[in-house]
């Protein structure tokens, strides 16, 4: 088993896998680049109405193809079904917003439903009809790698590159668009256009993800990405690239666990990896994971109790429970009482707070944002000039 | 047959025609609504050639509007709006734009200089990266409102004021002739008031035209050289000592009490 995972991983487990497994890596590389700008223009959302959408187009496509006698699953013809429908879908959730009062939510929520039911009873209908290779269509639901062919593969390869390429030529456009939509245009950007474009290159993602990973989990291959990367960094290339390397990395993994273990559908085995990824960093990110931030908090409040306890010591008010064995351990604390390092500490850190009480007075609006007042060494965040002048006026 | 439509009572103060070229900005019978409501209701305005002014009106006078419809950003009923004598699509290249601050995701991934560098875009063009001559001109455009030693930083780690500050070192970037300004001195600090006074007064001396939308009527006399008082219409407009006076203040801010109840439905 571990063998054939390692071959399946290394593209050794025959051509036509490694196909498969490549694609799948193309697609999830395609989806975090182009999901990176959905969810900065907080447009996640309508990318799920429209891949619910693309069901009822794909029924009624096949039972074109059966009436104009072509066999059974005709690919083109079913994603061709699949555009138009979640195309219409898409442009519905518009009109139901610019006419109505409805806001976007309530508007992707009913378009979603009606057409997914939709789609549902139509292939409902298709089942008690007897035409032939309608078991396939169930896999548009929930994905299958497996019913992948090699031609299809390297087609999804080849449009999920090409999705990728477009979004890195228009990395700067869309930026302004994602950041400030109005500025943009007041420079003569065409800010509807660029939009359509980002839902064109949504589109192209869904369509071509609809097989593998199944219309039910496929906006998770544009959401995922971008917002794990998002706890990685504050840059938008880094969070482009790394939006991308996460959705390839699921898609990669994710489409050797389905060749392993077929019984699974292949969409939900690469969403569940890139849901693995998505814990992982939301949880250890060094910049803005929980346990990071927990730390950093954490910390604060520790050196402000500390802080309090060296003072409280100086005026003769004893400290116990945690904290004294806290101080006990830095080396401040002895049998209950400063040592001649903790007096030293004690007496730094009141005039560091005399300082920056003085400084908050005197100068409110110059208070620094990324430094922790009132805690950091006033003389390692100020200036010495202004450190001097504060001195004069708080200390006696 | 159009002058029975003027509004009544709105007068314009006679201004010194100008010896320079077309107005910045002209404006033309524009209304705009919100659902049948009007906002913006028949303004005509023509701005003076250079100088500094400040949009005045109560909340909801439409003042925001006002910018936003001049700049194509809201959809007009009716109206003309001509910037140095074309229409406002074709001279995008002289407006330079600050929007509200709120206006904005401020967790947005990007630094300082990134935004700013935004105020290039229109000069770059399609496709091309931000080029290094064009990063320097975005920097110096934070240097001129203090903000040179932020310019990694990335922007949800800044104060409002220097939010508000990199917000209009974008605008310069823009390097425009007539400026539009959303309230740039709401809500900022001592320094930043006086950073973005100094910048509006560089750009009045480099004989700039901004139009500022200003909710301080303390500071209008001390900053502005204009004043263009509205509610919904046009109330006046013209240099700030002939214009600011506590009578036309008055109608921009009280107007009548209402002679009878005015009913909220259509009668049954």
């Known amino acids: 088993m571990i063998d054939e995972a390692i071959r399946i991983l290394t593209f050794q487990a025959g051509f036509n896998s490694a196909v498969v497994v490549a694609g799948t890596a193309a697609l999830g590389l395609a989806g975090g680049t182009v999901g990176t700008f959905l969810l900065l223009r907080r447009r996640a959302l309508v990318s799920d109405a429209l891949s619910h959408a693309t069901l009822p187009g794909i029924a009624v496509a096949f039972l074109i193809g059966a009436a104009l006698g072509l066999p059974g699953r005709s690919l083109p013809l079913l994603l061709a079904g699949a555009v138009a429908s979640g195309v219409l879908g898409l442009l519905t959730v518009q009109w139901l917003v610019r006419q109505t009062r409805l806001t976007e939510d309530s508007a992707i929520g009913a378009v979603l439903s009606v057409f997914f039911g939709l789609g549902i009873v139509l292939l409902s209908l298709i089942q008690t009809l007897e035409l032939g290779g309608q078991a396939g269509l169930k896999t548009f639901i929930l994905g299958q790698t497996a019913a992948m062919a090699q031609g299809e593969a390297i087609a999804i390869g080849l449009l999920a590159a090409g999705a990728a390429a477009t979004v890195a030529l228009l990395f700067k456009e869309l930026r302004a668009l994602a950041f400030d939509p109005g500025f943009a245009a007041v420079q003569g950007w065409p800010v509807a256009r660029l939009d359509l474009a980002l839902m064109g290159l949504a589109t192209l993602v869904t369509v071509i993800g609809l097989q593998t990973v199944g219309l039910i989990l496929v906006v998770a291959l544009l959401i995922i990405p971008p917002a794990a990367a998002r706890f990685w960094t504050d840059r938008l290339s880094v969070l482009t690239i790394a939006a991308a390397a996460i959705g390839a990395l699921s898609g990669w993994l994710g489409a050797t666990l389905s060749a392993l273990l077929p019984k699974l559908p292949a969409g939900a085995v690469i969403v569940l990896v890139a849901g693995a990824i998505f814990l992982v960093s939301f949880l250890f990110a060094p910049a803005r994971g929980l346990l990071a931030v927990g730390l950093r908090n954490g910390r604060l409040r520790l050196s402000f109790a500390e802080r309090r306890a060296l003072a409280g010591l100086l005026a003769g008010r004893p400290v116990d429970g945690p904290l004294a064995w806290w101080l006990g351990a830095r080396g401040f604390l002895r049998d209950g009482r400063l040592t001649p390092r903790g007096e030293v500490a004690a007496k730094a850190a009141e005039r560091n707070r005399r300082l920056w009480d003085r400084f908050l007075a005197d100068y409110p609006a110059l208070v620094p944002a990324h430094a922790n007042w009132g805690v950091d060494p006033i003389d390692e965040v100020l200036p010495g000039d202004m450190v001097r002048l504060l001195e004069e006026r708080a200390l006696p | ?268």
């Open chain 2, 1 to 268: 047959m159009q002058y029975l439509w003027r509004t009544p009572g709105s007068h314009t103060l006679p201004e010194e025609a100008s010896p320079i070229g077309p107005a910045p900005l002209s404006v033309r019978d524009l209304t705009v609504a919100y659902h049948r409501k009007p906002v913006l209701w028949n303004v005509d305005y023509t701005a003076p050639n250079g100088g500094l002014i400040a949009v005045v009106g109560p909340n909801g006078a439409g003042k925001s509007t006002l910018i936003k419809a001049c700049l194509g950003l809201v959809p007009r009923v009716s109206g003309t709006v001509e910037v140095f004598g074309q229409p406002v699509a074709k001279q995008r290249r002289l407006i330079g734009y600050v929007p509200q601050r709120e206006s904005v995701d401020w967790d947005f991934p990007v630094s300082a200089l990134d935004v700013v560098a935004m105020g290039r875009y229109g000069k770059i063009g399609w496709f091309r990266p931000v080029s290094r001559a064009h990063k320097e001109a975005a920097l110096h455009a934070l240097e001129r409102v203090g903000m040179a030693d932020f310019a990694r930083r990335q922007i949800g780690q800044l104060s409002g004021g220097q939010q508000q500050r990199v917000f209009l070192a974008r605008a310069l970037a823009q390097e425009a002739q007539l400026y539009f300004m959303d309230e740039p001195f709401a809500g900022v600090d001592a320094a930043t008031e006086r950073a973005v006074l100094q910048v509006l007064r560089d750009l009045d001396a480099a004989g700039r035209t901004v139009i500022c939308v200003h909710h301080d009527l303390q500071t209008v006399a001390e900053y502005f050289d204009h004043v263009l008082l509205m509610n919904t219409r046009v109330v006046a407009h013209g240099p700030v000592a002939r214009t600011l006076t506590p009578e036309l203040l008055g109608r921009t801010y009280g107007g009548q009490p209402l002679p009878l109840p005015v009913r909220e439905t259509a009668a049954p």
